[in-house]
C-alpha cells in the first residue's frame, strides 16, 4: 500500500436492510459521530472513506468494494442492535486481508467493552467519546506503533474545538421530519453531549459514554456551523439532535436571539413536560425563533409508571406541556412506551387515554425493550423477564415480544387504540411474518415502499 487509508463504517441495516439509503428518514439519518471523527482525521491529514451499509446491495457487494478499496484500517461504530452486521462485516474484512486493523467503538462498546474484546478478530475497541483517541490510534498504527492494549479509554474533547462535521462522508441529506412544516433541503446538528436526568431506561448507559455533566458548544459555534450549512445547502429545515436542548435556558435564551435574525428557518428539538410547563416564556422565544416542533418523551401516562421508570414528571406535567406546545403554535412528536415491567393493562390504558387527549402531530410509540447499560436491563435480567433471544431485538419495533409477562396482543391493539386506528386485534407475531414476508417485496421495488409509506403520513396528517 502506498498510502495509509482508513474506512469508516456505518452498519445500520438491522431494520432497514440492504439498498435502502434515502427511501425513508430513517434511511436517510447519518452518523454525526462518523462525521465528526472523519473532520478530525482528516484534519490530522489521514484519508477517510465510509461504508455506508445501508447503500450496498448485499454481503457480496460489501466483500467487492471492501476488496478494491484495501484500507489499512477500519472503524466501525455500533449501536447493540448493529452487533450481528458488524460481526458479519469483521469476518469478512479478516477474510479479505487479516492484517487490516479493526478498530470497533460507538454506544455498545461503551457500556459493553468485554462483550465486545471477546469477538478476537476486533484488534481495538474504543470506550466513550472517539475522535481524539481514534485520530492517536490511527496516527500510532501509520508510524508502526501499535498500542498493547485493546481496550482504549476515549478522551473527551472540548466540543469548541471540534471541526464541524464531515457531511461529505454520507454524500447526502436527511429527510426532514414527517410532520407538516418541515422540507427537505433538511439538516441536522448536535449542539451537546451528556443528558442531566436519569430515566431507568436510559441511565446510566449515557453516563458510561459522555459522562455524568452536559458539555455544550457555545452559542456562536452552533450558529456558526449552522451558517456554514445555509450558505452550502439552502436548507428549509433543521433539528438539533441535543437529549434535552432546553434544560439549560440561557443557552436557549441566546441561542434564539443569534437564530432568530441569522438562520429564520423552522427547527425542532428535544424538550421535556416538566421544562415547558416551568418555562413558558422560553416556548415564546423559540417560537419567534422559528421553533416549530418539539420531541417530547411523554412516556406514560400513569404516575406509578412515571416513578418506575425515575422520570421526574407529574402525569399533570405531561398534559399541561401538550396545552402550552397547541397554545404557542408548537407541533408535538410524542415518544410513549407500552409493556412496562410491572404495568398493570389499567396502566397501560392510563397512556391511551393521555395520547388519545393531546393527539400529537407524529405519533411516537414503542414496546418497551431492555437496552444494555440501563437500570431497567439489569431489573429484567434480575427478575428473569428478558425474552431477547440476539441483539437484532433491541429494535423499538412493536411487532416483538420483549419482556415476560406481558400480554402482547393487548398491547398491539393498545397501540393501535393510542393511534386511535380502528383495526382488528392481531397476533403480533402474525404482524411480524406479515412484515418479513412483505421485506423482499419492498426491496425489490422501493418506489412501492415509498408510495405505501407517504401515505401512511398523509394519513396520519388528516387524522392530526
Not at 330 to 335: D, F, L, M, Q, T
Not at 386 to 392: A, R
Not at 398 to 412: H, P, S, W
Not at 421 to 442: D, T, Y
Amino acid at each position: 500500500m502506498t498510502t495509509f487509508k482508513t474506512i469508516l463504517i456505518f452498519p445500520a441495516i438491522s431494520g432497514v436492510g440492504f439498498n435502502s439509503f434515502g427511501k425513508g428518514m430513517e434511511e436517510s439519518w447519518i452518523s454525526h459521530g462518523l462525521c465528526l471523527i472523519s473532520a478530525y482525521a482528516k484534519k490530522a491529514g489521514h484519508d477517510i472513506g465510509l461504508f455506508d451499509l445501508r447503500r450496498l446491495k448485499g454481503w457480496d457487494h460489501f466483500k467487492t468494494e471492501m476488496e478494491k478499496a484495501n484500507p489499512n484500517v477500519v472503524g466501525i461504530t455500533m449501536m447493540s442492535v448493529d452487533y450481528n452486521p458488524v460481526v458479519k462485516c469483521i469476518d469478512i474484512i479478516k477474510e479479505i486481508d487479516s492484517s487490516i486493523k479493526i478498530v470497533v467503538g460507538g454506544p455498545h462498546p461503551s457500556i459493553a467493552p468485554q462483550e465486545i474484546l471477546k469477538i478476537e478478530k476486533v484488534d481495538y475497541v474504543i470506550k466513550g467519546e472517539g475522535e481524539i483517541s481514534f485520530v492517536e490510534l490511527l496516527e500510532n498504527l501509520r508510524k508502526g506503533n501499535p498500542p498493547s492494549e485493546r481496550l482504549i479509554e476515549g478522551k473527551k474533547p472540548i466540543l469548541d474545538d471540534l471541526p464541524f462535521a464531515d457531511r461529505t462522508l454520507f454524500g447526502s441529506l436527511e429527510y426532514p421530519p414527517p410532520v407538516k412544516g418541515f422540507h427537505p433541503p433538511f439538516v441536522s446538528i448536535i449542539a451537546g453531549r451528556g443528558c442531566l436526568f436519569n430515566c431507568s431506561f436510559c441511565q446510566p448507559a449515557e453516563r458510561a459514554i459522555f459522562g455524568a455533566k452536559v458539555r455544550r458548544r457555545s452559542v456562536e459555534n452552533v450558529i456558526a456551523e449552522l451558517l456554514e450549512l445555509k450558505n452550502k445547502f439552502d436548507f428549509k429545515s433543521m433539528m438539533i439532535h441535543d437529549d434535552c436542548l432546553t434544560e439549560d435556558r440561557q443557552w436557549v435564551h441566546e441561542f434564539c436571539k443569534k437564530y432568530r435574525t441569522e438562520i429564520q428557518v423552522p427547527f425542532a428539538c428535544q424538550s421535556r413536560a416538566d421544562i415547558i410547563c416551568r418555562e413558558e416564556t422560553m416556548l415564546e422565544e423559540l417560537y419567534a425563533a422559528g421553533l416549530r416542533l418539539f420531541f417530547i418523551g411523554f412516556e406514560s401516562g400513569n404516575q406509578r409508571i412515571l416513578n418506575f421508570l425515575r422520570k421526574g414528571i407529574k402525569v399533570e406535567q405531561n398534559y399541561r406541556a401538550a396545552e402550552l406546545c397547541r397554545k404557542h403554535k408548537i407541533k408535538i412528536w410524542a415518544n410513549y412506551m407500552l409493556g412496562l415491567p410491572t404495568e398493570t393493562k389499567d396502566e397501560i390504558m392510563d397512556t391511551v387515554k393521555m395520547i388519545r387527549t393531546i393527539k400529537p402531530d407524529h405519533y411516537s410509540p414503542a414496546f418497551f425493550t431492555p437496552h444494555p447499560g440501563s437500570d431497567l436491563f439489569n431489573y429484567c435480567e434480575e427478575h428473569g423477564l428478558s425474552l431477547i433471544k440476539n441483539h437484532d431485538s433491541y429494535r423499538r419495533n412493536a411487532t416483538e415480544c420483549k419482556i415476560k409477562g406481558v400480554d402482547y396482543e393487548f398491547l398491539f391493539w393498545a397501540l393501535n387504540e393510542s393511534m386511535g386506528l380502528n383495526v382488528p386485534l392481531l397476533n403480533p407475531h402474525i404482524v411480524l411474518k406479515m412484515k418479513n414476508n412483505l421485506r423482499p417485496f419492498f426491496k425489490k421495488f422501493p418506489v412501492l415502499k415509498t408510495v405505501a409509506a407517504s401515505l401512511w403520513r398523509n394519513i396520519k396528517l388528516k387524522r392530526s
